[in-house]
């Protein structure tokens, strides 16, 4: 993740060194960088699907300039994303923090340690990722040393909704319109022969996820892996993202996989007070 605060320390400088000393049209003198900063991000998480800048401009009471300079440098640092049709909403790094802020270390390890004993249950590498835009990124792997094959994948790292398993159960629990604008957004980019390229059979596979409660990726990210996946909601019914359990698909049966269903699902129910 990039550092958010050196940007501000460059802006605030460049106030101290006399440059900016008046303010910028409309815009009140006092009003210091990092409070600029910090008014565009609330903006930014306020409630809504997306905010576009002239919503932004309005919300905060900055100038068009300031605005759109500060999107920008958040823009660089991950902090905010920027969709395709030119609307802002948090990016993946906001996300994180905002995770990281609103759970306690004892609250994290709580999460990791009901994580570790889904994955001694089950015998299989656990994932649980966080949505984040058109992305889900993981924020905890417990790996499972005993597989003959190490999973690539890391904590921090971005992956697809269309075609994995936890980015599935995310997506099946979105309104259809966002379903959509997801698919039009990335145009669900093919990863293998098995992946799901099509928003209706896209928005149907969401209906079966719904029904029996998890998700299914049956090799449509990549070759030899196949995942299981049930999304994660906050005390508030808040959709967070998902818990998956990845396995080597040669070695572990669709219907071996599924049978773990319950363990993968009581685990989300203990994880969904914790964060």
């Known amino acids: 993740m990039h550092n958010l605060w050196p940007q501000e320390d460059k802006m605030s400088a460049t106030l101290i060194d006399g440059s900016h000393t008046s303010s910028e049209a409309g815009e009140p003198a006092k009003d210091s960088a990092a409070r600029k900063l910090l008014r565009v991000l609330e903006a930014v998480s306020n409630p809504g699907e997306t905010h576009r800048l002239s919503d932004l401009v309005k919300e905060t009471g900055l100038s068009k300039t300031s605005v759109f300079r500060l999107l920008s440098e958040l823009v660089d640092d991950g902090y905010v994303s920027r969709t395709s049709d030119g609307a802002y909403t948090p990016g993946r790094a906001l996300r994180l923090l905002g995770l990281r802020l609103t759970a306690s270390t004892e609250d994290s390890d709580r999460v990791r340690t009901r994580l570790q004993r889904l994955q001694q249950d089950v015998h299989s590498t656990i994932h649980f990722a966080l949505r984040t835009g058109d992305w889900a990124t993981y924020v905890e792997k417990i790996e499972d040393t005993a597989q003959p094959i ?43 022969d098995n992946t799901i390229t099509d928003v209706n059979r896209l928005l149907a596979d969401g209906e079966l996820v719904r029904n029996r409660g998890f998700s299914i990726d049956d090799e449509e990210n990549e070759e030899h892996i196949r995942c299981m996946a049930t999304p994660v909601f906050d005390t508030r019914h808040n959709l967070l993202g998902g818990i998956g359990i990845t396995t080597i698909a040669p070695l572990v049966t669709q219907a071996k996989l599924e049978s773990y269903a319950p363990l993968l699902l009581t685990a989300a129910r203990d994880i969904m007070s914790l964060v």
Do not use: C, D, F
Not at 173 to 186: D, F, G, K, Q
């Open 150 to 192: 190490r999973m690539a994948s890391r904590v921090g790292a971005q992956i697809p909704l269309h075609s994995t398993a936890i980015g599935k159960s995310v997506l099946a629990y979105l309104p259809e319109s966002e379903v959509r604008r997801y698919a039009a957004n990335t145009g669900l980019p093919r990863r293998t």
